[in-house]
């Protein structure tokens, strides 16, 4: 089954308790991304990849770090979290977007709670 | 800067009327354009696009959306509104422009609700 997977679904921590939160796709997407999705905010991007080796900021990437050394994955790292981190976060991919308009697929999403 | 507004929270319909849900952009492009929707406690799911051709586009579930560029528009619709409709949607922008062609925005939502 194509699909975009995430893990942890949930995590409750600590401030400054370095954590990361996997993403997975199995469909040979090139293009991955990851959103935080607050009351009010919608979904605001915060890092994206448009290949191995390749990514770029989108509109809050500050406090995250992410890296993508295989096509596959794409982890989000946050090195030192703080409770204004507490959200709903969601990786997502596509095919290549050089090439034309094609449509995010979203994982299920992962709960964050930093106290 | 790119940019999408949902002018609606909250879009209130009874079950077997028509349904709109407003969606505005800005680009300094041309754009791709998305709607998504979000049912609870799952991830979001892909609707209907457009990228180029016909102005009115049919997605997934029965919905529609019409892209109007003179208005930077573009509204989903549905004729015949389902209970089962209730959900949380987006309208997302994407510019054409290979230098941006990585970063997309969202709207902020609308929540939809359809009573029997």
């Known amino acids: 089954e194509a699909q975009v997977t995430q893990n942890p679904r949930y995590l409750i921590t600590v401030t400054g308790k370095k954590l990361t939160v996997t993403c997975s796709q199995n469909m040979n997407h090139e293009y991955m991304s990851w959103y935080r999705q607050d009351p009010g905010l919608g979904l605001r991007q915060i890092y994206y990849s448009m290949n191995v080796e390749v990514t770029d900021k989108g509109d809050v990437p500050e406090g995250y770090k992410v890296s993508r050394k295989e096509k596959r994955n794409f982890p989000l790292i946050l090195e030192s979290p703080s409770p204004n981190q507490t959200s709903l976060y969601f990786c997502?991919?596509?095919?290549?977007?050089?090439?034309?308009?094609?449509?995010?697929?979203f994982g299920p999403g992962t709960r964050l709670t930093v106290t | 800067a790119q940019s999408v507004a949902q002018p609606e929270d909250q879009v209130n319909v009874a079950e077997g009327n028509p349904l709109t849900v407003k969606c505005t952009y800005s680009v300094s492009g041309n754009p791709y354009l998305f709607w998504y929707v979000q049912y609870p406690n799952r991830g979001l799911q892909f609707l209907l696009k457009y990228i180029t051709g016909d102005n009115l586009v049919k997605g997934s579930y029965g919905f529609e959306a019409e892209f109007n560029k003179s208005q930077t528009s573009f509204h989903l619709k549905k004729p015949s509104a389902l209970v089962s409709d209730s959900a949380l949607y987006f309208c997302a922008v994407r510019d054409r422009r290979n230098t941006n062609a990585g970063k997309s925005t969202f709207g902020d939502g609308t929540t939809l609700t359809v009573k029997p």
């Open positions: 997502a991919s596509s095919s290549s977007l050089t090439s034309g308009a094609y449509e995010q697929y």
